[in-house]
């Protein structure tokens, strides 16, 4: 369909269960005809790599605050406390107050200071499954990383890494698509359970503090003395939920993605290791585990000849504008040596770009690097791959792989 008769078409809209059914068939397919489409809800996904990229920073848009929560009927709780109090879903000068106490531990230098300490933690549990044969790559390894390297972070016992790990997960589940009214009682819960645990972190850094970050965080923000105590959790949540979920997901479709072709990436990358980063960045763009950037249109937006009203939420969809064969040539094929931008796309844009970037880029190459320096003949157990999700946070199955 050629883009001027388009035009005079409206941009269709989908369920989210077409959408979630098979999201790069649709998006392939209507990306090609309009630049956004419309889901059930009302929201507009904009679908092409160039628009995306465009409107991360348009004054015609602004980050998401509570619009979302609450055309889902959430207007006061934990979920709408986290919201309205997160770095997460602010702008402006709330934002930049909210963001700036944690800006400097996250800093590409420091973070790189980091990577001895995950490589240790990524051999750690490759060496404790050996005797198995086999290990589950979400629980026992991809979940354990991000979690136990943001606990060290923020100075939490090792010992209660399982209780944090539980209810960050059960947390992050408000930030995806997949979650219904059923699930909110128990997310409801798992946010005032890890609220006050954090709470008691942050009691305890201002009585007695130590050479830690939160420590560091604790002292910045009493003296700049702009922060709630609410809002000084929040943050923290906010870091737990950007450093864990996420990459936990990521991990596991890397991994998948990359013995789904063992006898050609994989192979390769076992005789040059020194690929890994590039095998983290392409399997970053081919199956992101973050797919969607939100935003809300504060003014009407005009997009080849068709008009996303002001006041619309907006869900700049990553997912399909890294699968764009403007930007992308041959966007479906896994390209270990495909040209990427230093700034990853995944990552987002402006001042709301992933603060944890450098981090979970460190943890994905550790992980991958340990299986591989492990010289272990890995293979796919009966499952395969398996992501869902069109927007937002994506959930991955369990996977296991198995060695001889």
């Not at 997160?86 to 973070?111: E, K």
């Not at 490759?126 to 290990?135: F, N």
């Amino acid at each position: 369909m050629s883009s001027q008769y388009a035009a005079f078409l409206a941009p269709p809209t989908l369920s989210y269960q077409s959408l979630n059914a098979a999201p790069h068939d649709l998006y392939r397919k209507h990306r090609s005809e309009f630049p956004f489409v419309q889901r059930e809800c009302g929201v507009f996904l904009v679908l092409r790599a160039k628009d995306v990229q465009a409107l991360i920073s348009d004054p015609r848009t602004r980050q998401v605050e509570t619009e979302l929560a609450r055309a889902r009927g959430i207007s006061a709780g934990p979920v709408m406390d986290l919201v309205s109090n997160s770095l997460l879903f602010s702008n402006g000068d709330v934002h930049r107050r909210r963001r700036q106490p944690l800006s400097r531990c996250f800093a590409f230098r420091m973070m790189e200071g980091l990577r001895s300490n995950v490589r240790s933690l990524a051999q750690e549990l490759v060496t404790h499954k050996l005797g198995d044969g086999e290990m589950k790559l979400r629980d026992d390894y991809a979940a354990a990383i991000p979690a136990i390297t943001i606990a060290s972070i923020l100075g939490i016992p090792r010992c209660d890494v399982p209780l944090f790990t539980s209810l960050s997960y059960r947390v992050a589940k408000i930030l995806t698509t997949s979650w219904t009214y059923d699930d909110l009682p128990d997310i409801e819960a798992a946010i005032t359970e890890l609220s006050v645990y954090v709470s008691g972190l942050i009691d305890d850094r201002r009585k007695r503090p130590r050479p830690d970050f939160l420590s560091d965080y604790v002292a910045s923000i009493d003296e700049a003395g702009e922060m709630s105590a609410l809002e000084a959790v929040m943050q923290i949540i906010s870091v737990v939920l950007g450093g864990t979920d996420t990459t936990r997901a990521a991990i596991v479709i890397m991994v998948g993605l990359l013995l789904q072709q063992r006898d050609g990436v994989w192979q390769t990358l076992r005789h040059y290791p020194d690929m890994v980063p590039a095998a983290v960045s392409e399997s970053l763009r081919y199956e992101p585990s973050a797919a969607s950037i939100p935003r809300l249109a504060v003014a009407d937006i005009e997009l080849a000849g068709h008009v996303i009203p002001r006041g619309s939420p907006v869900l700049l969809s990553t997912m399909s504008a890294m699968r764009d064969p403007d930007v992308f040539a041959d966007p479906d094929r896994f390209d270990l040596v495909r040209p990427m931008s230093k700034w990853h796309p995944v990552f987002g844009g402006g001042e709301h770009r992933c603060l944890g970037e450098a981090l979970a880029r460190i943890e994905m190459e550790e992980a991958l690097s340990a299986l591989i320096n492990s010289r272990l003949d890995l293979e796919l157990g009966d499952q395969q791959l398996n992501v869902h999700g069109h927007a937002g946070i994506r959930q991955v199955d369990e996977l296991v792989v198995r060695w001889r």
